[in-house]
């Protein structure tokens, strides 16, 4: 997932990349690097933007947490719900 917007132009030996990154999950973190390495290659050359553009890796993952509604123990779970 990481190296995808550097296979992507083509670019992946030539390059070589450290990074830190704190928070989140596994997943979150792979995604935030490869949105990071994809900005960066974008601003070293304006050639490499629509390959990354088309494969989406330019644009931020939008979905966040759904907050806690009052009355319910979620986001969408319901207390049980009693007849009598």
């Given at each position: 997932?990481?190296?995808?917007?550097?296979?992507?132009?083509?670019?992946?030996d030539?390059?070589?990349?450290?990074?830190?990154?704190?928070?989140?999950?596994?997943?979150?973190?792979?995604g935030?690097?490869?949105?990071g390495?994809?900005?960066?290659?974008?601003?070293v050359?304006a050639?490499?933007?629509?390959?990354?553009?088309?494969?989406?890796?330019?644009?931020?993952?939008?979905?966040?947490?759904?907050?806690?509604?009052?009355?319910?123990?979620?986001?969408?779970?319901?207390?049980?719900?009693?007849?009598?």
């Open positions: 997932v990481v190296t995808q917007p550097l296979n992507i132009v083509g670019q992946r030539s390059y070589d990349i450290s990074i830190i990154v704190k928070g989140g999950g596994l997943s979150g973190q792979a935030a690097i490869r949105l390495i994809a900005r960066a290659l974008n601003q050359s050639d490499f933007r629509p390959a990354l553009k088309e494969a989406g890796f330019l644009t931020r993952d939008a979905r966040e947490v759904e907050r806690k509604k009052y009355g319910q123990p979620g986001a969408r779970k319901k207390f049980q719900f009693s007849k009598r």
